[in-house]
């Protein structure tokens, strides 16, 4: 029962999430959060362009949403894939094993690292 409802509103906030980042536009509106890391030293995090990312994706413009964070739109699928074998980790015990695994994780980690130096440096 709880975990349906901790489903619930998790769906519920992602759909709420998804009507703000479609209405308004990050690049214009004041409400939406500045990358501190970026204020602070001008240089891009690995998440920086991730809103407008997800605006562009929201209007269909993939794009334009690889434009402002590539990493994002690879990082998707594989978070998607994270949460699935966590949710399931009881229903597919060898999936979330493998996904979930030491040397995965890490590879993830480097594959970060190495997105934030090299956007920084190209």
Not at 26 to 46: A, H, L, M, Q
């Amino acid at each position: 029962m709880i975990r349906r409802a901790v489903l619930f509103a998790l769906l519920a906030g992602l759909i709420v999430l998804a009507v703000v980042y479609y209405m308004f536009d990050p690049s214009d509106s004041v409400f939406f959060p500045k990358c501190v890391f970026r204020v602070v030293t001008g240089w891009e995090c690995p998440g920086c362009g991730s809103q407008r990312a997800i605006h562009a994706l929201l209007h269909g413009n993939p794009g334009e949403a690889w434009n402002h964070n590539a990493g994002l739109l690879v990082a998707i699928p594989i978070l998607l894939t994270l949460v699935v074998a966590e949710w399931n980790r009881l229903r597919w015990p060898k999936f979330h094993q493998r996904v979930t695994s030491t040397p995965l994780i890490t590879l993830l980690l480097l594959a970060i690292m190495l997105w934030w130096i090299g956007r920084n440096v190209i």
